[in-house]
């Protein structure tokens, strides 16, 4: 053998890059959307909506520049996240502007057409996403902020009180010059690097037991200490702002973060019976939350002339069977207001693709969350798992209660269906947790450096004294 050859191992090759196949993806997540607007359009007025080419470019143009700069910055981040993400996000611009068609729903009050809106958010988040990937070279800086990032989330979670209630919840801040913001979206993000940091620290103390109960270890009462508080800020939050979903989804974070660094069950026991008895114990004075659990037990009941909008929402559900009326030919007009933009969106995708349709958005999002946990399981440093773990909980928390209110599972919590509901700060948000786990996932699948060429003298050489 040649004293100047190379070894090549498995650790100095590592994971191909795959931008390649994020890129063929990329093209299939741009095509679906534009002939679903083609597809709205020939059902509405029978002819090519004259706005397509400009949104297949506006799309196109999006998705090409978040691919090009993650070859840049992230050449080995996942490659299935960006396409999922550029999918669910086109096809909820697709189901805005049609809605956007019916007169009922397109009102001066509500702000008249959204789809316009929702792009132009769409745009930002793209830019954040972006701005995120170039900036942040390594996520295990945010590890230096764990402290500071839970203040910031507690102001940004605090704000709403200080605004007038809308739509019976105070989640909402107005900005003048921007419109309004649901700070509890971007607060998901700040607290899930609070929690990453501070269990990274404390996980060890949090996984001693001091006895066991019928099967499960019982943590020491100086460590229920953290639980206790997080459940009490999420009850302020339920109390304060009405706000069911962030509550829900603040205190779950929590306490999947929790299991994960500690894996210890009973943890999980102790986080369902506080929320459960918190929920309880609001739901008993709170007439708002006693009126979203009114409608999701007695959903056919009439109010006010008419049913409730969680009946029409299952007359929806009802009249697309399996495969859908077909985009645009629904009657998601009836459940009335802002809703079917919003909280109801998955109602318009069950009645006009079905329940195929609604399987096939829900296995997108199962796609994405699952790329978010095999990121974390690749990651090599105990932050970045556990961040990691955060995110994808978070979002896949935000889905299953929104997906749960609507399908009647669960009360309605007044959450945003993420890429795909009306909702600018959902969507910026929602683009800044994708860019974090691909930095994460850049960090665990680049390959390690190549150790430097030795040749046969160097290997004999003597060190004389």
Do not use: C
């Not at 100047?4 to 196949?21: H, V």
């Not at 706000?243 to 989804?249: A, E, K, V």
Request: proline letters at 5%; a positive charge; hydrophobic letters at 50%.
């Amino acid at each position: 053998m040649s004293s100047t050859s190379n070894t090549t191992t498995i650790g100095t090759i590592g994971a191909p890059s795959r931008r390649n196949t994020e890129l063929a993806l990329l093209v299939f997540a741009v095509i679906i959307p534009v002939f679903a607007y083609i597809n709205v359009g020939l059902a509405k007025e029978d002819t090519v909506p004259a706005g397509v080419l400009g949104y297949a470019l506006g799309l196109g143009l999006l998705a090409g520049v978040a691919h090009l700069v993650v070859r840049k910055w992230a050449p080995y981040a996942d490659p299935l996240m960006l396409p999922v993400s550029t999918l669910l996000n086109g096809l909820g611009l697709v189901f805005i502007w049609r809605l956007d068609q019916e007169p009922q729903i397109t009102t001066p009050q509500l702000g008249g057409a959204m789809a316009p809106g929702q792009l132009m958010w769409s745009t930002l988040g793209v830019a954040l996403f972006l701005g995120v990937l170039i900036f942040l070279k390594d996520h295990r800086v945010l590890q230096r902020y764990t402290y500071i990032s839970m203040v910031v989330a507690l102001v940004l979670l605090i704000l709403p009180v200080f605004f007038p209630a809308r739509f019976g919840a105070r989640i909402w801040i107005t900005i003048p010059g921007v419109g309004s913001l649901q700070p509890g979206e971007f607060a998901k993000i700040i607290i899930a690097i609070f929690f990453a940091g501070y269990l990274m620290v404390k996980r060890d103390a949090l996984a001693l037991a001091s006895r066991r109960f019928m099967g499960l270890y019982l943590p020491r009462g100086r460590d229920l200490g953290p639980i206790l508080v997080i459940w009490a800020l999420s009850l302020m939050i339920l109390v304060f702002e009405t706000d069911l979903g962030t509550s829900l989804l603040f205190f779950g974070l929590f306490v999947i973060m929790l299991y994960v660094a500690t894996e210890r069950t009973s943890w999980i026991v102790f986080g369902l019976l506080l929320s459960g008895a918190g929920a309880v114990a609001v739901a008993t004075f709170e007439s708002h939350v006693q009126t979203r659990v009114h409608n999701w037990l007695n959903p056919l009941e009439l109010l006010n002339g008419g049913v409730t909008e969680t009946a029409q929402a299952m007359y929806s559900f009802g009249s697309g069977g399996i495969l859908g009326s077909g985009l645009g030919q629904g009657y998601s007009r009836l459940i009335g207001g802002i809703a079917p933009k919003s909280d109801y969106i998955l109602a318009t995708v069950g009645e006009e693709l079905g329940l195929a349709g609604v399987m096939a958005i829900l296995l997108l999002y199962g796609l994405l969350i699952e790329r978010g946990i095999r990121t974390a399981l690749a990651a090599r440093d105990p932050f970045g798992k556990l961040l990691a773990v955060g995110l994808s909980g978070a979002f896949a928390l935000q889905v299953f209660v929104v997906a749960g209110g609507v399908t009647g599972l669960i009360p309605l919590t007044g959450m945003t269906m993420p890429f795909l509901a009306q909702g600018g700060s959902s969507v910026i948000a929602n683009w800044a947790l994708v860019a974090i786990l691909l930095r994460i996932s850049d960090t665990a699948r680049r390959p390690a450096p190549a150790p430097a060429p030795s040749t046969d003298a160097e290997m004999t050489q003597v060190v004389r004294p």
